[in-house]
């Protein structure tokens, strides 16, 4: 007795999984912060972000009117949304990528 391969069928339809978006966490320039409170904000809310990514993101927020500060999973990007506008700062919407 021999013995053959076993044979997958063939599948009608394919599946196609699509990974979920990341969300972009965007600050917006405004006249009323200064780069030391943007610069502790970064800092305090956005998990790994040492001072001198904070500062050179503040500068590119007052110089380009906006920088991407953080991009991730939306439930994440909405928490460090909240907790940046709330502490003041001038916030985009948020926007999937």
Request: aromatic fraction near 8%; glycine fraction near 4%; charge should be negative.
């Amino acid at each position: 007795m021999t013995s053959s391969p076993t044979i997958a069928p063939v599948r009608s339809s394919q599946v196609t999984r699509k990974p979920y978006p990341n969300y972009r966490v965007i600050v917006l320039n405004d006249d009323f912060n200064t780069f030391e409170h943007v610069v502790e904000c970064l800092t305090k809310y956005i998990p790994g972000m040492t001072s001198d990514q904070a500062w050179k993101l503040a500068n590119q927020i007052h110089t380009e009117g906006q920088a991407t500060v953080w991009v991730g999973p939306q439930e994440q990007a909405e928490l460090y949304h909240m907790q940046l506008s709330r502490a003041g700062l001038t916030m985009a919407p948020l926007e999937s990528t």
